[in-house]
Nanobody, 130 residues
Framework: QRRLVESGGGSVQAGGSLRLSCTAS????????MGWFRQDPGKERVGVAG???????KYAESVVGRFSISKDNAKNTLYLQMNSLKSEDSAMYYC????????????????????????WGQGTLVNVSS
């Protein structure tokens, strides 16, 4: 049973907005770095936004100024607010949590071994039409 559960994906026109949510256990929320990753079919999974246990954030260059990651500690929920969406943002989006590895080295780079991160959600599909 997965310990991360995403929701909020869907279809939207270019220029629109979506907010993804990821619920986790209180333990994960308190002690794990967390982030959002996306993957196109046939391509590697890439970290687009991350937040560490101190609240520090890191974004992939392609989403800076458009995406915002945040945590609601009272609800044990991670969010990804996506604004000014482009067709190239279309992908399966995954929530992940991990202990080892700073967000500075994980976000913005392809994840060649997803199993290296401790927890993954099931994914939620985002489709942006132009």
């Amino acid at each position: 049973q997965r310990r991360l559960v995403e929701s909020g994906g869907g279809s939207v026109q270019a220029g629109g907005s979506l907010r993804l949510s990821c619920t986790a256990s209180e333990y994960i929320f308190s002690y794990y770095n967390m982030g959002w990753f996306r993957q196109d079919p046939g391509k590697e999974r890439v970290g687009v936004a991350g937040i560490d246990t101190d609240g520090g954030t890191k974004y992939a260059e392609s989403v800076v100024g458009r995406f915002s990651i945040s945590k609601d500690n009272a609800k044990n929920t991670l969010y990804l607010q996506m604004n000014s969406l482009k067709s190239e943002d279309s992908a399966m989006y995954y929530c992940a949590a991990w202990v080892a590895g700073p967000i500075s080295t994980i976000i913005g780079s392809p994840i060649r071994r997803p199993e290296a991160l401790d927890e993954w959600g099931q994914g939620t599909l985002v489709n942006v039409s132009s």
